[in-house]
């Protein structure tokens, strides 16, 4: 029994999908089928139930999905000492301009308790780059916001934030409970630097293209909302300074929080913090 395989069962477990399992291990579905059915003929039962209602744990699939998460956590723990041992054992975090959201602080105390010994680096970016240094190969996971370019990266959403629009307090508009991309059509909105990536400057311009002042930083798109009555896009959750207010767009996607690492890398400590990452933004 390889660990490869424990971990091909536990994503089945967790997902109760094949399908989504796969996407999940970036593979596809024929060969974990293949993985688990191997599984279950070494241990001479079955693990799940499949039926056209979907896929369900049996009691012996229970058992071994404790055993195989403790299992695949000791081996984690060993790989990440070894490291620690041999000097290697540190990760650096790409996290963009202006976060201070609180289930990135439980993330931060869950992975120090987990992993005390691991040297942990932040690269903080601006919002010119919203893979945080990750397409550049600066960093090793990130903590961001999509849409961005994915390619060559592994993405899990973790959270979906409602967005609004950034106005001042004394904009006619300001006034209104809620308000729609129309609503700011003739508005100048703050860009981002040329060269940034296009699918995530489109998001934050409502999917058009805009006129306005070019901002790389959270505190540049605030002075230039205050002092040009610029127009751009925020999160709900993001408390704005005095002079500043921010009102729901309805028809504007919600912004989704995500860890993203580069595809294929089995780094022990990557893959405990998307789980930890998973875990403290679903709390």
Excluded at 145 to 158: A, I, K, M, N, Y
Excluded at 222 to 250: E, I, Y
Aim: proline share 6%; net charge negative.
């Amino acid at each position: 029994m390889e660990l490869r395989t424990l971990r091909y069962f536990v994503a089945v477990a967790e997902e109760l999908h094949f399908g989504r399992a796969a996407t999940r291990l970036h593979m596809s579905q024929p060969p974990l089928s293949r993985a688990i059915k191997q599984l279950e003929s070494e241990l001479g039962a079955a693990l799940f139930d499949r039926s056209s209602a979907g896929v369900t744990l049996t009691p012996v699939g229970a058992v071994l999905l404790d055993e195989a998460r403790a299992l695949l956590d000791r081996a984690e723990r060993l790989r990440v000492r070894v490291a620690a041992a041999a000097g290697a054992a540190t990760i650096t975090i790409g996290v963009l301009d202006g976060g201070t959201d609180p289930s990135a602080t439980r993330l931060a105390d869950a992975y120090r308790r987990r992993h005390p010994s691991v040297e942990v680096r932040i690269r903080e970016t601006d919002l010119a780059d919203p893979t945080c240094g990750l397409h550049a190969g600066l960093v090793d996971i990130a903590l961001a916001r999509g849409p961005f370019d994915e390619t060559g990266l592994s993405v899990r959403q973790l959270r979906a934030d409602p967005v609004g629009a950034l106005l001042r307090t004394d904009d006619p508009l300001a006034r209104r409970d809620s308000l729609k991309l129309a609503d700011l059509a003739d508005r100048r909105w703050f860009l981002f630097p040329e060269g940034t990536d296009p699918i995530w400057q489109a998001y934050w311009n409502g999917g058009k293209s805009r006129e306005g002042p070019v901002v790389r930083a959270v505190q540049e798109c605030r002075q230039a909302v205050l002092w040009n009555g610029t127009v751009g896009m925020t999160v709900l959750g993001h408390d704005p300074t005095d002079g500043l207010t921010v009102v729901p767009v309805t028809d504007m996607a919600p912004s989704k929080v995500v860890v993203a690492w580069n595809e294929g890398d089995t780094n022990p400590l990557i893959r405990s913090f998307v789980e930890l990452a998973t875990a403290s933004y679903r709390d």
